[in-house]
């Protein structure tokens, strides 16, 4: 295949940026789409040019580091992580836009790469049971029913790559926050810090800048590993329960 | 100063395959006595340092993966300040999180019959007789702690109906001991170990420094000090000093270029370790991986491994005639052939990793094999559809099974996946005593960056048990003997000549990079070099195979001095610079690793040497000759090694053949 790319080029945080076109050829359909920009930066590099910098490092979904905005959307046109979309999703002569996550709370590093540390604040804050090693009774001494471990498990999917930021019009990072809160409040291990855990988080995401939630419902869209948006909601409920509880 | 200039020169390099022989490894302070009770005993002879004194002392954890992650958790919680380091710009994304299939624990929850003694010996033998036995039983021991340590944190592994934890059978093994978190259960351990870890930097007893990488140790007067690293985003070369340093940086699988680990994880800290006295043991230990999916083309630049778990209910075969290209579901019954059942009656599909690898590319070289270029087997659910339904397959399996099918475009619920092994895991790395110290005092290295309890070949879900072992559990009681044997250690900074030196080298060593400007990638190379390695020292190895890597690699080396072009400067954000600096390290790990695979005249887990089999073709030992740890200490740029051999004495395990049949 043969193909067009715009891709945003941005020296460093404080340098302006702007979208520079390449044409790459020779491209499979069996490549990713990370393979397809390592084509285009080998290229780049023989020509002396400088290549064009993205986060990338598992290269199979799991880490969350890959944070393309593809086409205008997050991660691309399928339903997954920018090292798992793959080039047949598109077609011979095809024009591709290239972008950085765009949020106020993601500022650009280089070219693609942002920065992400606001996330790890937001854990910082409460996302966490306290737990000190060497601590813990018997794995079995709390039985867990199944439906609440199933529950717990599917908001622990979070990779945190912010393709939920990037999708939202509003640059919330009301999804991601909300998949930690319920992963670790359903949980009894999670107990006795749940009201702090949600105001704590919910305070700091707010203080870093990230925008407010109109549910507009793009972040579960976009999030490659289906948080559902009903987290939203459910985080919401606990917040709600926990001010109500908590005196400070 | 470094010496390059060598490398370039291709009339005048000396003979690659010579090394010497140093002193035997005498001790390794592993205490005496039954075996069960020698965990007891080293943490109570070990000296501690009191509550109070702790935060007095600093301690600089590299990599945030499983071990270090845990380490750097427990080490503040103790009281110590922790500088710790990641080359990725969050702590969460640690290689660890890709593991998927599970991890082991002597709970016997199953009432299966399983114990402490059951996974101690399983591992040994799993190991092919390669391991420290006093290391693998405190492992053992630990197993059981750290299920109970991780779910104390929230961590959702898989539970039944009644809300106890489920579990599952791995390769190697007849007990049902692996707990899981669906196919994600790297992902749900280290997102634990980094909530822990956060808890800790929210509290300030961690710094934490990410996207910044070790490029360098220092040592001062004998003993680990402290750190040379990389800003990666500006590009500053910084110092970081501490009373002990703990390597947990991971394996070296990207020598070989195509492998299973993340893109950027890589062997500069260790190898930069062992240039600086650490010794690096039993290098040529690697692991290939049998279940992963198979490559496309030269475009490839990584590869991507489907969980061991799968062969708990999927079944591998190829067709029973050479060239038989009949799509999967046309060949019947009676046309295929389930070799590992066939050939290993007793495990199976799930036989251990080396072995079930070894058979794949025996079926494929005798032309047997599926897919583009014959370099692939079918691991086939049909059977397993039809006996618990698509349901289960889907709730056991479904986000490997999508993963799958998102990378190769084909639904395996309705056709056969296709596998092939790759490179997936090193069981050697730098040599550390029972303390999980290195050969430089004040040096530790934990998880898979150190070689300690897989032997020759690990069991599945092990490297996470090992790894959360060693950083929750063992290192946090060990490093303290360290600290308080050496109470007043005489503060460094900056102007030390020790530091001034090693910093001058790392500058020096970016700039030559950056100053050759040839007219080939890093990519280039880092391909080229892993073709040697794929060929030479991968599954199968020989003697004349072995002596060519050694002869092609010094060369590719010269090649890379003289050609190597780097775009942009160092005061930047340059992942070509990261790139090229790590492939420095490879050139000269991939000579070590060869040279080990060399020397070592034996077959033993996944060190295959083809003139050492049985007559059914598996790996035959040479126990009375080859019954040591081999720890390779650097002796200068372009000098021969020095081997040093710690013999392994099995008091519990006796050491027979492996029999999976």
């Known amino acids: ?248 | 100063m470094n010496d390059y200039t060598h490398y370039t020169d291709h009339t005048h390099y000396p003979d690659y395959t010579a090394y010497e022989t140093g002193a035997p490894i005498a001790d390794t302070k592993a205490p005496e006595g039954p075996i069960a009770e020698r965990w007891d005993r080293r943490r109570f002879e070990a000296k501690l340092v009191n509550p109070a004194n702790r935060r007095k002392y600093t301690v600089i954890v590299v990599g945030t993966g499983l071990a270090g992650g845990a380490a750097g958790a427990t080490l503040a919680e103790q009281g110590y300040h922790v500088e710790q380091f990641c080359y990725q710009d969050s702590p969460r994304r640690a290689h660890s999180i890709a593991a998927q299939g599970g991890i082991n624990a002597a709970k016997n929850y199953r009432n299966d019959g399983d114990s402490v003694h059951r996974l101690f010996y399983d591992t040994v033998k799993g190991g092919d007789f390669r391991a420290r036995e006093a290391g693998v039983h405190r492992l053992a021991q630990i197993s059981v702690e750290i299920i109970d340590q991780c779910v104390a944190q929230g961590v959702p592994f898989a539970r039944e109906y009644g809300g106890l934890l489920d579990t599952r059978s791995f390769g190697g093994v007849q007990v049902s001991r692996t707990f899981y978190a669906r196919g994600q259960t790297g992902q749900q351990l280290l997102l634990g170990a980094y909530q822990a870890l956060s808890r800790q930097i929210a509290a300030g007893t961690v710094t934490m420094h990410a996207r910044t990488e070790m490029l360098d140790l220092i040592v001062v007067d004998g003993r680990a000090r402290g750190i040379v690293a990389r800003d990666l985003i500006t590009g500053e070369i910084s110092s970081h000093f501490a009373d002990a340093v703990v390597l947990a940086s991971g394996g070296y699988g990207n020598v070989f270029y195509l492998s299973t680990n993340a893109m950027n994880s890589n062997a500069t800290a260790i190898w930069r370790a062992h240039r600086r006295g650490a010794y690096f043991a039993n290098p040529c230990f690697t692991q290939i991986h049998p279940t992963c999916i198979p490559r496309t083309g030269d475009h490839q630049s990584k590869l991507t491994l489907m969980s061991e778990s799968l062969r708990n209910d999927g079944r591998i075969w190829v067709p029973a005639a050479k060239g038989d290209d009949r799509p999967p579901n046309e060949i019947p019954e009676d046309e295929r052939d389930y070799y590992l059942e066939r050939i290993y009656p007793s495990f199976g599909n799930l036989v251990p990793r080396d072995i079930a690898s070894r058979a794949a590319k025996n079926v494929c070289d005798e032309g047997r094999g599926v897919g583009p270029g014959g370099q692939g087997v079918y691991l086939d659910f049909a059977d397993a559809i039809r006996r618990m339904g698509r349901k289960e397959v889907e709730e056991k399996y479904g986000n490997l099974f999508d993963m799958y099918e998102r990378i190769t475009a084909e639904n395996p619920y309705e056709v056969p996946m296709r596998i092939y092994p790759a490179v997936h895991y090193t069981m050697g790395g730098l040599w550390v005593d029972y303390d999980l110290q290195t050969t430089v005092p004040g040096l530790f290295a934990i998880g898979e960056a150190n070689f300690s309890d897989h032997g020759a070949n690990r069991l599945g879900a092990s490297a996470l048990m090992q790894g959360l072992a060693d950083g929750y559990f063992v290192l946090p009681s060990t490093i303290s003997d360290y600290l308080a044997r050496n109470p007043h250690p005489t503060s460094v900074d900056a102007s030390h000549p020790a530091v001034t030196q090693v910093l001058a080298e790392t500058e020096d060593r970016l700039r030559q990079l950056l100053a050759v400007d040839g007219d080939r990638t890093p990519d280039s190379f880092h391909r080229e070099l892993g073709e040697v390695m794929w060929e030479f020292c991968g599954m199968a190895r020989t003697d004349a195979g072995l002596r060519k890597a050694l002869d092609r690699i010094p060369q590719i080396r010269a090649e890379f001095w003289r050609r190597i072009k780097v775009p942009g400067t160092g005061k930047e954000f340059n992942q070509s610079l990261e790139k090229a600096n790590r492939i420095v390290d490879y050139l000269e790990l991939a000579e070590l690793m060869c040279l080990d695979a060399l020397h070592r005249a034996e077959s033993c887990g996944g060190h295959f040497r083809e003139e050492s089999q049985t007559p059914d073709g598996e790996a035959a030992r040479h126990d009375e000759e080859f019954s040591y740890a081999a720890a390779w200490e650097f002796t200068g740029t372009g000098k021969a090694p020095a081997l040093h051999k710690e013999d392994l004495v099995f008091e519990y395990v006796h050491p027979t053949q492996r029999s999976y049949a």
């Not at chain 1, 997050?74 to 290239?98: N, W, Y």
């Not at chain 1, 909300?178 to 670790?184: D, E, F, G, I």
């Not at chain 1, 793009?218 to 908590?246: D, F, H, Q, Y």
Request: glycine share 8%; with cysteine.
């Open chain 1, 1 to 248: 295949m043969k193909l067009k790319l715009r891709v945003w080029r941005q020296r460093n945080t404080d340098a302006p940026g702007a979208m520079a076109t390449y044409e790459v050829d020779g491209i499979s359909q069996d490549m990713s789409f990370l393979e397809m920009l390592d084509t285009l930066n080998e290229e780049l590099i023989l020509r002396g040019e400088d290549p064009v910098a993205f986060d990338h490092d598992c290269r199979e979904g799991i880490c969350g580091a890959c944070s393309l905005v593809i086409n205008g959307d997050a991660h691309g046109p399928e339903r997954t992580t920018t090292c798992q979309l793959h080039m047949r999703s598109f077609k011979d002569g095809d024009s591709i836009d290239v972008e950085p996550w765009r949020a106020a709370a993601f500022p650009v590093v280089k070219d693609l790469v942002v920065d992400r540390s606001a996330f790890d604040r937001i854990i910082q804050a409460g996302g966490y049971i306290t737990a000190p090693t060497g601590a813990a009774p018997d794995a079995h001494a709390t039985p867990v029913a199944k439906p609440d471990a199933d529950f717990a498990f599917e908001h622990a999917e979070c990779i945190g790559c912010g393709a939920c930021v990037a999708a939202c019009p509003n640059g919330s990072a009301m999804l991601f926050t909300s998949a930690k809160v319920n992963h670790l409040n359903v949980l009894p291990q999670g107990a006795p810090e749940r009201e702090t855990r949600v105001l704590d988080m919910v305070a700091t995401m707010d203080a870093e800048g990230f925008g407010g939630c109109t549910l507009a419902g793009e972040c579960a869209t976009a999030c490659p590993k289906g948080i559902p948006l009903p987290s939203i909601s459910a985080m919401n409920k606990e917040w709600l329960r926990a001010t109500r509880k908590v005196r400070r």
